[in-house]
């Protein structure tokens, strides 16, 4: 069992930079891949940025070059510069295992992101 509470949202304006943290209680077993997904109304939650624990950091075309993620499995990080009004989202921090053949999605309450024009 992991909980996971992000903070750091905000309103922001266009141009702006936000760093968002993902804090985490609890270990899982097995290869982790932890991540940041946003989500506005009436769409599907998508993928913003993704850190496996051996590999690269992978990121959506859209905040390439802008947004950084970083940390560890206790506390991970989303540093957005250059944010957009685009951006404007809640921002889910995501923890995902791999064990026994399973896969386990553990994600945190959200944290608004609001950036205006």
């Known amino acids: 069992q992991v909980q996971l509470v992000e903070s750091g949202g905000g309103l922001v304006q266009a141009g702006g930079s936000l760093r968002l943290s993902c804090a985490a209680n609890?270990?899982?077993?097995?290869?982790?891949?932890m991540g940041w997904y946003r989500q506005t109304p009436g769409k599907q939650r998508e993928l913003v940025a993704t850190?496996?624990?051996?590999?690269s950091a992978v990121y959506a075309d859209s905040v390439k070059g802008r947004f950084t993620i970083s940390g560890d499995h206790n506390m991970m990080y989303l540093q957005m510069n250059s944010l957009k009004p685009e951006d404007t989202a809640i921002y889910y921090c995501?923890?995902?295992?791999?064990?026994?053949?399973?896969?386990?999605?553990?994600w945190g309450r959200g944290t608004q992101v609001t950036v205006s024009s």
């Open positions: 995501n923890h995902r295992n791999f064990w026994l053949g399973r896969t386990y999605d553990y």
């Open positions: 850190m496996p624990s051996g590999g």
């Open positions: 609890g270990s899982i077993r097995g290869m982790n891949t």
